[in-house]
């Protein structure tokens, strides 16, 4: 079960957790450094581009023993793998391009599965 959330506070991925934590009084932290966010975390959540970002937050993941998903869908169980993976501290994390209308209404729901 979910207990706390870290987000970076200047992805725009954050500008969807904020609000979507504080409706459902889910701790929230904002960090800067992916690095120590990655650190303090169980399991990392990242939306956005394959990319080299993705893949070095792949490997900070695998050289601190965090869990790692990219791009859940709406069909994959999140709350199964968070639960599967005792993950009670989740960096949500995204790169900072803009969200696209047509993947808000996915990404509200998976993070909102997420966070429930």
């Known amino acids: 079960m979910i207990e706390f959330v870290i987000i970076d506070s200047d992805s ?3 500008e969807l ?3 979507l934590a504080k409706s459902t ?7 800067n450094s992916s ?5 303090d975390c169980d399991g990392v959540i990242y939306f956005g ?3 080299n970002v993705i893949q070095e937050i792949a490997e900070k993941c695998k ?10 869908t709406a069909d ?7 639960r599967d993976n005792r993950i009670e501290i989740v960096y949500i994390a995204g790169d900072n391009e803009p969200i696209e209308e047509m993947f808000k209404p996915i990404l509200v729901d998976t993070i909102m599965n ?3």
């Open 25 to 31: 009084e889910m701790p929230i932290s904002e960090g």
């Open 76 to 82: 994959e169980d999140i709350v199964k793998w968070c």
């Open 63 to 72: 050289k601190y023993g965090r869990h790692c998903k990219t791009n859940p």
């Open 49 to 51: 581009a394959i990319n």
């Open 17 to 19: 957790v904020k609000p």
């Open 114 to 116: 997420i966070i429930m």
């Open 35 to 39: 690095d120590q966010n990655i650190v």
């Open 12 to 14: 725009t991925i954050s």
